[in-house]
């Protein structure tokens, strides 16, 4: 009889722990002068631009009607002053070990299992993979996000402990590949694939990106979701730390686990890598690139090789493994187990 997971509390500590990202203004040719971007309240009258109802479409007075109604807004802004073209965007990364014990377990036969099932992947693989496709993405200043649409030049400086300092050209990097190579690059997925596999006690990365934008140019802070806006309240807002325009942790994150190229439909998506998740979910698609139904799921997956069983390919190892790093609660109910 196969064994099966057992494990109905099941939970992973986040191996790749990132800061929130801190938004500055400067100039490509003298950073010397850096200071914190602030936001700007703005008040504007909207038009009126969203799908009409056939009736006010096909009626030119019920049209003129609608489109003189102002359509007022108060939205948060963010810009650099008139004398700087550059942004800059500084954040940490904190890379841990320890991926073969679970922060929280209570399946007998899975512990049996599972940690000589993680120690054998990090034996064999040494995280060489993992670790060169989250560097490339450290590189490439991924997580400028809509910030590197448009630069004309995005340098990435990385120091490593406070210590050793790499400096990266991201328009170098693709986004829709992991193909570069540089002894840079060596060195900084060395580093984090020592730290993943527990070889290096500690590894805080610290990364500085530069992207040269336009004196004045906007620049994009996260946007807070907000659940109840209420009338005449701001209909966007920015986020920002102790008055500093900032980027949420969890986006810095997700753009530096953006290295699924591993799921079925990569071939015919033509969308690039996503970012690691259990179901594949792209958001702004709307879609779910790993089903239980092809079972290409993480929990598909999991359930087999963390019991030991041989999986298709190194890649679904690779996948697997990634999520993990990711973190999460990955344990099933007793209603599910039946």
Known sequence: MAVKNDATVLAFEKKLVPSDGYLYGTTWNDRSKVKPLTLTPKSVRGTISNRLKPALQNDPLKLNAEVEKPNLQTVDACALAEDQDTLKLSFTLKVLGGIDKPSASNGPEFNKSY??????????????????????????????????????????????????????????????????????????????????????????????????????????????????????????????????????????????????????????????????????????????????????????????????ETLASKDQEHYVMAVLVRGGVFGQSGKEKE
């Open 115 to 308: 940690h000589g099932v993680a120690q054998n992947y990090v034996a064999e693989t040494g995280f060489t993979e993992l670790a060169k496709r989250y560097a490339i993405n450290i590189a490439n200043g991924r997580y400028l996000w809509r910030n590197r649409v448009g630069a004309e030049k995005v340098e990435v400086v990385v120091s490593l402990n406070e210590g050793e300092t790499l400096s990266f050209d991201a328009k170098q990097f693709s986004l829709r590949d992991f193909n570069a190579d540089s002894p840079d690059l060596q060195k900084l997925a060395g580093k984090i694939a020592a730290a993943l596999s527990g070889n290096l006690p500690y590894l805080l990365i610290r990364v500085e990106a530069y992207a040269l934008v336009g004196s004045a140019q906007e620049v994009y802070p996260s946007e807070e979701l907000v659940l109840d806006k209420g009338k005449g309240n701001k209909s966007k807002i920015l986020y920002a730390v102790n008055g500093t325009a900032a980027l949420h942790s969890q986006k810095i994150g997700n753009a530096i686990r953006t290295i699924d190229t591993w799921y079925p439909a990569f071939a015919e998506a033509g969308i690039g890598p996503i970012a690691i998740e259990p179901y594949g979910s792209v958001t702004n698609l709307g879609k779910a690139f790993r089903t239980p139904k092809d079972k290409a799921d993480f929990y598909s997956l999991f359930d087999r090789f963390a019991l030991g």
